[in-house]
């Protein structure tokens, strides 16, 4: 069944590779596939062309915004690229949507696709993700339905978001400043216009809000990161004999060159000490090393429990991770740098510089810390009080806001 499925899929996608960008686009594709068997470099590039030709940031068309109700129900457009497993910012942004929907609004998802994927392809994997979905799933490409507020999730679906003619305030969730994802050049310049588009952001952490609105004068509120305690917690009686690492060769800001190296150095002086890596498979590290892969929450809150430390490395905006490390006592090791002090504000979180040599020290001061069990104690009580609901809130409030300006 599953194999007739692949099939049926890769069958639509042609289909609308063809109505959309013509033979040669399905044979430039084919030969990029040929090209990637044999070690070449080779992309689908990552926003529709037409998409950007179309956005004339330096002339908007005006945008209508429909009056709220007498009940004060939203009717909200959320423009995404289709959810990966893993994701934290399609978790994050869903977690929003939900919180929307439990209070009576209405939300709507609109996938923005460049591989040619329909939404019925993408819908199946996105209801068993997030069952607590309700809205319903559709491509953006074939146009948006008025709504009251209209939020691009990512610097590609902006440009679909800025171009749609259907009504609704635009707003923008920005989760990380996306330019530097890239080289300097015509993708980061490209992500980078987007925050010129006029929307109104809304953000991970003060960090980004700042940044936009010091750079590029966009409107900008944010939201303090939550931590789902259900999930990650502190389990009593479980021994620690580790550290671990959220390694992702896939997303170059998480800097898994750095990581890798700081723990073959820790290795060295701790051969005592496991080694768990999760994110992607990896391959081995020595005899005390446990490569986990891509793990569900449930299996991550173990290993948490089993390690001292975590090192999350980011070179950007803070990932979710040192959160979810800290409900579970295990200490994170991050690498010190205005966006992760400003977000993460937390006594526990160690910094130390972007170097093998002191990221594998700061990971040996916390595995010979005194008393861990009592440190780890207070670490896990320290964020249980951070419930995602203050996130959902806060943009509820904002929305009603700017809705009413």
Same mark, same amino acid.
């Not at 400043?177 to 987007?194: I, M």
């Not at 929450?297 to 490395?313: F, M, V, W």
């Given at each position: 069944?599953?194999?007739?499925?692949?099939?049926?899929?890769?069958?639509?996608?042609?289909?609308?590779?063809?109505?959309?960008?013509?033979? %040669?686009?399905?044979?430039?594709?084919?030969?990029?596939?040929?090209?990637?068997?044999?070690?070449?470099?080779?992309?689908?590039?990552?926003?529709?062309?037409?998409?950007?030709?179309?956005?004339?940031?330096?002339?908007?068309?005006?945008?209508?915004?429909?009056?709220?109700?007498?009940?004060?129900?939203?009717?909200?457009?959320? !423009?995404?690229?289709?959810? #990966?497993?893993?994701?934290?910012?399609?978790?994050?942004? $869903?977690?929003?949507?939900?919180?929307?929907?439990?209070?009576?609004?209405?939300?709507?998802?609109?996938?923005?696709?460049?591989?040619?994927?329909?939404?019925?392809?993408?819908?199946?994997?996105?209801?068993?993700?997030?069952?607590?979905?309700?809205?319903?799933?559709?491509?953006?490409?074939?146009?948006?339905?008025?709504?009251?507020?209209?939020?691009?999730?990512?610097?590609?679906?902006?440009?679909?978001?800025?171009?749609?003619?259907?009504?609704?305030?635009? =707003?923008?969730?920005?989760?990380?400043?996306?330019?530097?994802?890239?080289? !300097?050049?015509?993708?980061?310049?490209?992500?980078?216009?987007?925050?010129?588009?006029?929307?109104?952001?809304?953000?991970?952490?003060?960090?980004?809000?700042?940044?936009?609105?010091?750079?590029?004068?966009?409107?900008?509120?944010? $939201?303090? $990161?939550?931590?789902?305690?259900? %999930?990650?917690?502190?389990?009593?009686?479980?021994?620690?004999?580790?550290?671990? =690492?959220?390694?992702?060769?896939?997303?170059?800001?998480?800097?898994?060159?750095?990581?890798?190296?700081?723990?073959?150095?820790?290795?060295?002086?701790?051969?005592?000490?496991?080694?768990?890596?999760?994110?992607?498979?990896?391959?081995?590290?020595?005899?005390?090393?446990?490569?986990?892969?891509? !793990?569900?929450?449930?299996?991550? *809150?173990?290993?948490? *429990? %089993?390690?001292?430390?975590?090192?999350?490395?980011?070179?950007?905006?803070?990932?979710?991770?040192?959160?979810?490390?800290?409900?579970?006592?295990?200490?994170?090791?991050?690498?010190?740098?205005?966006?992760?002090? !400003?977000?993460?504000?937390?006594?526990?979180?160690?910094?130390?510089?972007?170097?093998?040599?002191?990221?594998? %020290?700061?990971?040996?001061?916390?595995?010979?810390?005194?008393? $861990?069990?009592?440190?780890?104690?207070?670490? #896990?009580?320290?964020?249980?009080?951070? #419930?995602?609901?203050?996130?959902?809130?806060?943009?509820?409030?904002?929305?009603?806001?700017?809705?009413?300006?």
């Amino acid at each position: 069944m599953r194999v007739v499925q692949q099939l049926r899929r890769r069958a639509h996608q042609v289909t609308r590779i063809v109505r959309d960008q013509g033979v %040669r686009q399905v044979g430039a594709r084919a030969l990029g596939r040929a090209a990637r068997r044999f070690g070449a470099e080779a992309e689908v590039f990552p926003v529709r062309l037409e998409d950007v030709r179309a956005a004339d940031i330096g002339a908007p068309r005006p945008v209508v915004v429909p009056p709220l109700p007498a009940d004060g129900r939203m009717t909200v457009n959320w !423009v995404s690229t289709p959810p #990966s497993p893993g994701s934290g910012g399609h978790t994050t942004m $869903f977690r929003l949507i939900e919180h929307l929907e439990s209070l009576g609004h209405t939300c709507r998802l609109y996938l923005y696709d460049v591989y040619g994927s329909r939404a019925a392809d993408h819908e199946p994997v996105i209801r068993a993700a997030f069952p607590r979905f309700r809205g319903p799933v559709h491509d953006v490409a074939d146009g948006m339905a008025d709504a009251h507020a209209v939020f691009a999730t990512a610097w590609m679906t902006a440009y679909p978001v800025f171009n749609d003619p259907c009504a609704g305030r635009r =707003f923008y969730l920005v989760q990380d400043y996306e330019p530097w994802f890239f080289p !300097v050049g015509g993708l980061s310049a490209l992500a980078e216009n987007t925050y010129r588009m006029g929307f109104h952001g809304f953000t991970a952490g003060r960090f980004l809000a700042e940044k936009l609105r010091a750079e590029t004068r966009m409107a900008a509120d944010s $939201f303090d $990161f939550g931590c789902d305690a259900d %999930r990650y917690h502190l389990r009593e009686g479980v021994p620690r004999d580790g550290v671990v =690492f959220y390694a992702r060769r896939l997303a170059p800001r998480r800097a898994i060159e750095i990581g890798l190296l700081a723990l073959e150095i820790f290795a060295e002086r701790h051969p005592e000490i496991a080694i768990h890596t999760y994110g992607e498979k990896i391959g081995s590290l020595g005899p005390r090393h446990v490569d986990h892969g891509l !793990v569900t929450p449930d299996r991550l *809150n173990e290993i948490y *429990n %089993r390690c001292y430390a975590g090192l999350t490395l980011s070179m950007t905006n803070v990932s979710l991770v040192p959160h979810e490390m800290l409900a579970a006592g295990c200490l994170p090791v991050v690498n010190d740098a205005e966006h992760n002090r !400003v977000v993460l504000d937390n006594d526990h979180v160690r910094y130390a510089p972007a170097t093998p040599h002191d990221l594998a %020290r700061a990971l040996s001061e916390v595995v010979t810390l005194p008393d $861990f069990g009592a440190v780890a104690q207070a670490a #896990s009580a320290g964020v249980s009080g951070r #419930s995602w609901d203050a996130a959902g809130h806060e943009l509820e409030k904002v929305l009603r806001r700017e809705l009413s300006a």
